[in-house]
């Protein structure tokens, strides 16, 4: 699958598609990555019945790793890397097994010691079904 370049840098962009295509946890889940733009990144997932709760929906716990998930690549769309402070996230309608659902990172603030990003899992119905807020601190810039 190619992911579409909405305007990085070519070197970055691989280093990206490369970073996430070797992620354990990537692999494992299952994400697919469909763009990365300037601060910004698409992510597509499909639940599996091994990553539902009780309730026969999707487990919170993989829904808060989508959201940090594409958060922490649109921080490293802009060139840094960085690792996750803290995280805050809402669920709003369940996802359910098999959905199509596309989580969108996007940065909101950058500093030069820590970056606000939000997320948003989109449902396959265009309703916002998971709402995230993430800070990550900067360990580096690529490159450095």
């Known amino acids: 699958?190619?992911?579409l370049n909405k305007g990085i840098k070519q070197e970055l962009y691989?280093?990206?598609?490369n970073d996430f295509q070797n992620s354990p946890l990537v692999k494992l889940l299952g994400f697919n990555m469909l763009e990365i733009g300037n601060g910004i990144v698409v992510i597509e997932f499909q639940p599996r019945k091994e990553v539902l709760n009780t309730l026969g929906i999707l487990h919170g716990g993989v829904s808060a790793t989508l959201c940090d998930t594409a958060m922490g690549f649109s921080v490293k769309s802009l060139g840094k890397i960085s690792t996750t402070?803290?995280?805050?996230v809402n669920y709003l309608y369940p996802i359910n097994l098999g959905e199509r659902v596309r989580a969108c990172g996007k940065v909101i603030k950058v500093g030069e010691n820590i970056c606000v990003a939000e997320g948003e899992i989109i449902n396959e119905i265009n309703k916002v079904?998971?709402?995230s807020l993430g800070t990550y601190f900067i360990l580096k810039k690529y490159g450095n």
């Open 85 to 88: 402070v803290e995280m805050k």
């Open 129 to 131: 079904a998971v709402k």
């Open 14 to 17: 691989k280093e990206i598609i």
């Open 1 to 3: 699958m190619t992911v």
